[in-house]
């Protein structure tokens, strides 16, 4: 498997109170990704990275903030969590828009 | 918006039968990936396709990239418990976004 980690891998939070998950790779790929999957729903992609600094948005973005200072960090942020946003988020990475590798997935449950 | 369908939803099948999913996408896409994910587990990428009207195998595995690029077909012969899973497609269209498809879970019955 790629080098890709999340943390924390799991997460209870409370409305309205900020959270942050961390996606970090070893491999020095150059795009980056977070999804939520929701059952019902697949995964859907909330912003993505294509370089340090360069993100964008994806089918789910509102809610969410994300910022990347350096090659092997990607940083998703809720800055007011809600009930809505409870799920499994997945961080992935790819070399361009091809092969995707997939990290573990941090289990957050908003109450 | 756009948006990436797969059928069936749900697909229950004796072991050693052929199973296939399809999937259809809104607008043209650039490139058409598939991934499995097991239950509990993250998608696990198994093949890219690029070119209109591609196909390639992986043993028992075959996938297709439609004429219009917008549609796709994973077939997969002679199904093995191992097989079960739910698959997805994905691919990024000429916006540069990227979607997944809503997935179709295989169950497989010894």
């Known amino acids: 498997d790629a080098g890709i980690t999340q943390s924390p891998r799991h997460k209870v939070t409370e409305t309205g109170t900020p959270v942050t998950l961390r996606c970090h790779q070893t491999?020095?790929?150059?795009?980056m990704y977070w999804y939520r999957q929701d059952p019902g729903h697949g995964l859907r992609l909330i912003h993505y990275?294509?370089?340090?600094?360069?993100?964008d948005k994806g089918e789910v973005s509102d809610g969410y903030s994300v910022s990347r200072s350096k090659t092997e960090d990607f940083l998703l942020t809720l800055e007011s969590a809600t009930s809505s946003q409870t799920s499994v988020y997945f961080c992935a990475i790819s070399e361009r828009q091809g092969k995707q590798f997939f990290g573990p997935g941090t289990r957050l449950t908003v109450l | 918006g756009q948006q990436v369908m797969q059928i069936p939803q749900y697909q229950h099948v004796q072991e050693g039968e052929d199973f296939t999913t399809y999937c259809n996408s809104s607008t043209t896409l650039s490139n058409i990936q598939w991934y499995k994910q097991r239950p509990g587990g993250h998608p696990v990428f198994l093949i890219q396709?690029?070119?209109?009207?591609e196909v390639k195998k992986q043993k028992r595995l075959t996938f297709q990239f439609g004429e219009a690029k917008k549609n796709s077909s994973l077939h997969i012969t002679a199904t093995q418990t191992t097989d079960v899973g739910t698959y997805f497609c994905a691919g990024w269209n000429t916006g540069n976004q990227f979607y997944f498809g809503t997935g179709t879970s295989l169950t497989v019955i010894p």
């Open positions: 396709l690029v070119k209109s009207g």
């Open positions: 491999e020095n790929h150059r795009y």
């Open positions: 990275s294509y370089g340090v600094k360069d993100t």
